[in-house]
């Protein structure tokens, strides 16, 4: 895709000129006479880059413009000036620009400029998502058959364009499996756009999605871009989609369809070209029967499913998954542990019915309530059975609770500990807990958050 110039000037004869240079590199100019015209355009139409003109109409002169583009949207700007001096390119760079060129302006200059902002923020891109994914798993433990064959199938997907439906139980990995195709993707420079259909309050999701323009509810103070429009010429990946609404789903089936959309209160056609990665918890088909979910748009979806065993199912696994959790949860500043064969064929005596999910918050547990460098087996066994670790606390045994001497410490670990088994008891299923433990969903759900037990 060309790159998008944003071209702020209100001398028709710059513009013209301007344009002309980028059309013959290559570039697609988009043109604005003042500085309000400009942030209309940024808040509707995709742009990589500003040239910015300092002296423009009455209202809002360049300099007045250049925090407000920095603060909404992060884009280079180019400051352009034909009554440049030292303390007005100082002046501006401190602002955000990106760089101060002079009128007349020169051909050279303006591309190398322009280039060398691009290459910047392509840059500030990579390094963003490299945080993000040092700070997050993308590789899928495990060497068993089912697994094997998941690996397989990402290796085949991932460098094709095809929209792929992950499919598998509450705290299987279908994320992890989503972040592994968008990391052998040709989108893997780009962040992966990532939508919880289920966390996102039916009335906002369509802003969320689609967006909004100022005015158009209560709330909404200025214009905002949506998901797809962020995933533009990369990856959107809409996890819990079963959990969307039919109206939500009617919208969601014409967007993908055409790949073009208007935000809430708009009423401009916005195109993108956006590479969908679903999944969800659900039996789609069941949802379709009971009519609450849409068989076109399940078919749309399912170009190439992809089905994520339950942690049963792959129980040969666990000491890799163990030792993998463990290097993630000894960052955290808990020290590393060592589990013995008793403790790994304890652990596979489990259900787990909250499969990977349920196995990690379980291995933080232990790793922070076992004073011991060695896990056994009979300390498995003890905080797989709640009721017998209760008889424990009661009987004087030295569970971390109570040996913590700050009461905000020691009533965190007991929330955690809680709402953890509470979760256990329910199959992770938040909506019957939160009903459970006398909570309105959204606040567990915020809660579960705070306490690390879901990401």
Known sequence: MSKRILIIDDETSIQQSLSGILEDEGFDAVTASSAEEGLEILDEEHIDLVLLDIWLGENMDGMAALPKIKERFDLPVIMISGHGTIETAVQATRNGAFDFIEKPLSYDKIILAITNGLRFAQLEQENLLLRETTQRTTQITGTSEAISAIKKQIEMV???DAWVLIRGDHGTGKELVAQSIHRLSSSCNK???EVNCAAIPEELIESELFGHEKGSFTGAHTSKKGKFDQADGGILFLDEIGDMSLKTQAKILRILQEQKFERVGGSKTIKVNV???AATNKNLEEEIENGNFRAD???RLNVVPIHVPKLQERIGDVPQLVE????????????????SENAFTALKEHSWPGNVRELRNFVERLAIMCPDDTISGDQVRLFLNPTEQAQKVSSGSSITPFLSSDFKEAKRLFERAYLQHKLDQNEHNISKTAEQVGLE????HKKLK???IIQ
């Open 158 to 160: 991932a460098p094709t």
């Open 191 to 193: 962040p992966m756009i």
């Open 275 to 277: 590479r969908v990665l």
């Open 297 to 299: 748009l399940f078919w």
């Open 324 to 339: 993998s959790l463990m290097k993630t949860i000894s960052g955290k500043g808990v020290g590393v542990k060592h589990f």
């Open 441 to 444: 969903r959204s606040h567990l």
């Open 450 to 452: 705070s306490l690390d």
